[in-house]
C-alpha cells in the first residue's frame, strides 16, 4: 500500500507539474500581451489626438500600460520551466505508473479477499497438524474426537474454495501487471523507445492505450492517429534486454521469504496464527 501511495504521489505531481508549467505560461504570457495591448491601443489614440489638437489626457493614462517588474519576473520564470520542463508529448513514465497503481489496487483488493477466506478456512491448518502430531492409537483417537465432535466447523464449502481459487488466480495476474508496468517505467531505454513512438504518432502519452500481454509477453503500446503497434518484450527478445519472467521455484522461494508468508497460519501454526501465542 505504502508503495502504491508513493506511485500515486508521483503520478499527481507530475500531472499537477506538466500542468502548472502551460497554465503559468499562458497566464503570464496573456497578462503582458493586454499591457501591450493597452500600450499600442493608447499610442494609437495619441497619434490621432495629437494630430488634432482635440483631446488630452490627464498624464497618467501611460502607467495603465506599464509591465511590471513583477509580470517580468513571472513571464520570464514560466517561460524557462517551460522550455526545461513542458513535455509536449505527455509522460508516459508517469502514465506507466499510474497502470502499475490501478494493478496494485485490483491485487489488494484480491489479497484482502484471499486473507477473508484462508481465515475462514484456517481450521484445517488445525486439522492437519493435529493429525501429524498423533503418533499412538490413543492419539488418534483423540484427533478422531475432535473431529467428529467439530465436524461442520471444520468442513469446507465449495464457495469458499471457488473464492480462494479465483482471488488467488487474480492476485497473480494483478501482480504480473503491476511488475511488467513498473519494470518498463523504471527503464530509461524503453522510456525512451515508447517517447519516440508517441512522438512519431503525433500523439501524447495519455492519449495511448497501453497494456500487458502475458502470452506475447511484451508491453504494448497502441495509437489514437494510427494503427501501428509499439512493444516492450519482457523476455529479453529485443535489443532493450528486459528479461523479467523466473521459475516456479524461484517464485515461491521468494514468497517463503516474504513477511506475509512467515507470519501466515503455515509457516507460524494455527495456535500462534490465530492466539498470537507463539513458540
Known amino acids: 500500500m505504502k508503495n502504491k501511495m508513493k506511485i500515486l ?32 491601443t493608447l499610442v494609437g489614440a495619441a497619434t490621432e489626438y495629437s494630430h488634432h489638437g482635440d483631446a488630452l489626457s490627464d498624464g497618467t493614462v501611460s502607467s495603465t500600460a506599464h509591465i ?18 513542458y513535455q509536449p508529448y505527455g509522460d508516459i513514465q508517469a502514465v506507466l505508473e499510474s497502470k502499475a497503481a490501478d494493478e496494485l489496487d485490483l491485487m489488494n483488493n484480491a489479497v484482502d479477499t484471499f486473507t477473508e477466506v484462508v ?72 522510456v525512451a523507445f515508447l517517447e519516440q513512438g508517441i512522438e512519431n504518432a503525433n500523439t501524447t502519452a495519455e492519449q495511448t492505450s497501453i497494456m500487458y500481454d502475458a502470452n506475447a509477453q511484451w508491453v504494448s503500446m497502441g495509437y489514437n492517429t494510427t494503427r501501428n503497434l509499439t512493444a ?13 519472467y523466473i521459475n516456479e521455484a524461484d517464485i515461491l522461494f521468494a514468497g517463503s521469504e516474504s513477511e506475509f508468508y512467515l507470519t501466515g497460519p503455515t509457516a507460524s501454526g494455527y495456535k500462534c496464527f490465530m492466539t498470537g501465542e507463539c513458540e
Open 232 to 244: 516492450v518484450f519482457l523476455n529479453g527478445n529485443d535489443d532493450i534486454g528486459l528479461n523479467l
Open 119 to 190: 481465515v475462514e478456512m484456517v481450521q484445517v491448518v488445525e486439522v492437519a497438524e493435529k493429525v501429524e502430531a498423533a503418533s499412538t492409537p490413543e492419539q488418534e483417537a483423540e484427533v478422531q474426537e475432535f473431529v467428529s465432535t467439530n465436524q461442520e466447523v471444520l468442513t469446507i464449502s465449495q464457495e469458499e474454495v471457488d473464492t480462494y481459487n479465483q482471488s488467488i488466480d487474480e492476485i497473480e495476474t494483478h501482480a504480473n501487471n503491476a511488475s511488467a508496468y513498473l519494470a518498463v517505467a523504471n527503464s530509461e531505454e524503453s
Open 68 to 85: 511590471s517588474t513583477e509580470q517580468l519576473d513571472a513571464y520570464n520564470n514560466a517561460l524557462s520551466g517551460f522550455a526545461t520542463n
Open 9 to 40: 504521489s508521483l503520478l499527481a505531481l507530475s500531472s499537477a507539474a506538466a500542468s502548472s508549467e502551460l497554465d503559468n505560461l499562458l497566464d503570464t504570457s496573456t497578462a503582458i500581451v493586454n499591457q501591450i495591448d493597452t500600450g499600442i
